[in-house]
């Protein structure tokens, strides 16, 4: 590893970036009586961005709601919120915050601290980035795309049903990932 980005950033500018909540999605998938994915989103997020002069200097913060997740099925939706999944009401939001960025082989790693239902474990997003522009508003935008995959089952996410045909209800692994379109701040 180096601290020397080795890849430029064509449009690459350095401040603080908000995300952009109406082109921007936290989804995630998982595997379902282990023959398919369900797949699910959080409709309240936030981020916000601090591009360095330094991409490698650069850092996030970033929450979304647990009370907003959808996975297109009402009732689903409600157990998930319930203490056998997420407790929403003690655990109200998902937070990750940043430790570091790595080049790695010209692709970038984000790494950090993520934080669900009170238990925060290490995790790396890698980021892919769309690139840097102007829209018809005068703003400037960054896009991005980044992607992770945990263990449920270390962030205390625990509940699962036998299935009579063998094998259990839910899978552990949960790939997270995220669609990004920020808008760098006007100061």
């Known amino acids: 590893m180096s601290d ?68 297109n099925e009402p009732n689903r939706d409600g157990h998930l919120r319930t203490g056998d999944f997420f407790d929403a009401e003690t655990y109200p939001t998902i937070d990750f915050v940043s430790t570091g960025v790595r080049q790695v082989k010209g692709d970038f790693l984000v790494d950090g601290d993520l934080t669900i239902k009170g238990v925060t474990k290490p995790v790396t997003f890698e980021f892919e980035f769309g690139g840097f522009g102007g829209d018809p508003y005068g703003n400037y935008k960054a896009g991005a795309s980044a992607r992770t995959e945990i263990n449920r089952e270390d962030f205390g996410l625990t509940y699962n049903a036998a299935l009579e045909t063998g094998g259990v209800l839910l899978g552990e692994k949960v790939t997270i990932t995220l669609e990004l379109q920020a808008v760098l701040n006007q100061d």
Do not use: C
């Not at 449009?11 to 398919?36: C, L, N, Q």
């Not at 699910?40 to 991409?55: D, L, S």
């Open 4 to 71: 020397i980005i080795t890849t430029e950033i064509p449009g690459y500018k350095a401040g603080t970036w908000t995300i952009d909540p109406t082109h921007s999605e936290v989804g995630f998938s998982i595997r379902h009586i282990m023959i398919s994915k369900v797949k699910g989103k959080f409709e309240q997020f936030n981020a916000t961005f601090v591009t360095a002069p330094n991409p490698l200097d650069s850092t996030v913060t970033a929450s979304a709601v647990v009370a907003s997740i959808n996975t």
